[in-house]
């Protein structure tokens, strides 16, 4: 498991999308924004990407991403 807090800055443009972008996660992961599932992914030496920003919040506060990842062959 992961879990971190985030803002977005203020000076980041208000009409574009908030991406997350993962290098790799090993070997399936789900991700959620403020407690919304935002990304499913399986494969461990791909990389995936998410579109937050439905998931953030609007007054643009600190926001909680958890990962979590699994390895059966762990």
């Known amino acids: 498991w992961y ?6 800055p203020e000076s980041f443009p208000k009409a ?4 997350l972008h993962f290098g ?3 070997d399936e992961a789900t ?3 403020n ?3 935002v990304a499913r992914h399986q494969g461990g030496y791909t990389p995936f990407s998410a579109d937050v ?3 953030l919040k609007p007054d643009g506060g600190e ?3 958890v990962v979590r990842a699994y390895d ?3």
């Open 24 to 26: 790799a996660v090993d």
């Open 53 to 55: 920003t439905d998931a």
């Open 16 to 19: 574009d999308r908030v991406w």
């Open 31 to 33: 991700v959620w924004v």
């Open 3 to 8: 879990r971190r807090t985030f803002k977005v």
């Open 72 to 74: 059966p062959t762990d």
């Open 63 to 65: 926001n909680l991403l």
């Open 35 to 37: 407690g919304k599932e």
